[in-house]
């Protein structure tokens, strides 16, 4: 969000929702999973949260590609989603493994 204040105000309503509506998506997804009663089903809001993930990712670059960010920035939100990308991978990864040991 702190960063999507810097982004022109013509983007409000452009990458600017976009980036907020998909990195929100993320946590909301996972927080919606754990609720569910069975393992199956949380690993399909786990999978949403992986494809928010992506989309952050692909926001972030054509954001870069439009001068909208600066090096540090791109370094730092670069890597803080690619981390979460790798950490909701492995929820992912242990999830099926124990629905396959079933």
Known sequence: YSETKNFPKDELYGLVSQLRRATTSIALNIAEGSACKSKKEFLQFLY????????????????DRLGYLNNKSKEELGCHI?????LVQAMINSFQKKISEN
């Open 82 to 86: 690619n981390e979460i990308g790798r």
């Open 48 to 63: 949403i949260a992986l494809r928010s993930q992506y989309e952050v990712v692909t926001i972030l670059k054509l954001s």
